[in-house]
């Protein structure tokens, strides 16, 4: 696993950006693709052999105005501004003892957060911690899930699910997105240094193989936070689930993901898997 994730997010987002997007002419011969550092260094006010350091790790203390001139070259949007900024947390805290120390991820439920949980039946709703163990969740998720067999174990877990259990390629229909999703929620939630979080690296690499190994050593990605996930079911069929990813506050990486009808033939097939009359969720668009 690499301990420069924030070098490698820097040198992968200057080679997606074009000249062109850059305000700079692009020549007929130019063997890296994206940018060069010489011109991202300019633009940024930097040097190159500084630029050089950041994407080798060899530097891992920029300074905010060094990160916040980088977005502006690199064209990052909010989301990846802020993932960014994570990463270079993490990144200036790799040889900080106490993040070897990190508390194991929590089990337990705040008793109002499990009360939140349990007013939003019928509407699909789970609760995750860092490592994606599921914590809580409605009877509106659980008729949606255990038949595709992530309840199954003792200490479900929504990762290991989606990477381990040969089901879960054939229930979530863009797997490939939901398993990279996945990993982002990972690194996003957790320093990779923290060692609850490699032993589990360390058994999906041996459990998963090449699918999960891949993604996990490679550039770390932003989390989607909201979107349209599909699913096929094997009692309702096909079905299109507009989710929220809220991250809770004061609670060591917990989120809920609430998810909802977006489409009136998913309104239909979750009031017949959840035995109620129609009208019991209604549809969001996309």
């Known amino acids: 696993m690499s301990d420069n994730e924030l070098g490698a997010f820097l040198r992968a987002r200057r080679e997606a950006v074009t000249p062109t997007e850059a305000g700079l002419p692009s020549g007929p011969r ?15 006010g930097i040097s190159v052999e500084y630029l050089t350091r ?17 977005a ?19 990144s200036s805290a790799a040889d900080d003892p106490c993040c070897s120390a990190a508390p194991p991820p929590g089990l337990s439920v705040r008793p109002t957060v499990r009360a939140l949980v349990d007013r939003l039946e019928p509407t699909p709703a789970v609760l995750l911690n860092r490592l994606s163990d599921v914590l809580a969740y409605t009877t509106g998720y659980e008729r949606i899930v255990r038949p595709l067999g992530l309840l199954d174990d003792d200490r479900p877990n929504l990762l290991r699910f989606v990477f381990t259990d040969a089901r ?4 979530f229909t ?27 690296v360390d058994e999906l690499t041996v459990l998963a193989g090449k699918p999960f190994a ?20 094997p009692q309702v069929g096909a079905l299109r689930l507009a989710y929220e990813s809220l991250a809770l506050p ?14 009136d ?13 129609p009208g019991g969720l209604r549809a969001v668009g996309d």
């Not at 879960?168 to 229930?171: D, E």
């Open 250 to 263: 004061d609670v060591d990486g917990q989120r809920l993901l609430v998810q909802l009808p977006a489409d």
């Open 72 to 90: 502006d070259v690199l064209r990052l949007n909010v989301e990846e501004r802020l993932h960014l900024r994570r990463l270079d947390r993490v």
């Open 30 to 44: 130019r063997r890296t693709p994206g940018l060069r550092r010489s011109e991202v260094a300019t633009l940024a």
């Open 54 to 70: 950041l994407e080798q790790g060899r530097d891992r203390n920029p300074s905010p105005s060094v990160l916040g001139s980088l």
């Open 168 to 171: 879960a390629r054939t229930a």
């Open 214 to 233: 891949e993604r996990v050593e490679g550039v770390p990605g932003v989390p989607r936070r909201s979107g349209v996930q599909s699913l096929t079911h």
């Open 174 to 200: 863009e797997w490939d997105l939901v398993a990279d999703d996945q990993i982002a929620h990972l690194r996003s939630e957790s320093p990779m240094i923290d060692p609850h979080v490699r032993n589990f």
């Open 265 to 277: 033939a998913t309104t239909a097939a979750l009031d017949r898997l959840n035995g109620r009359r």
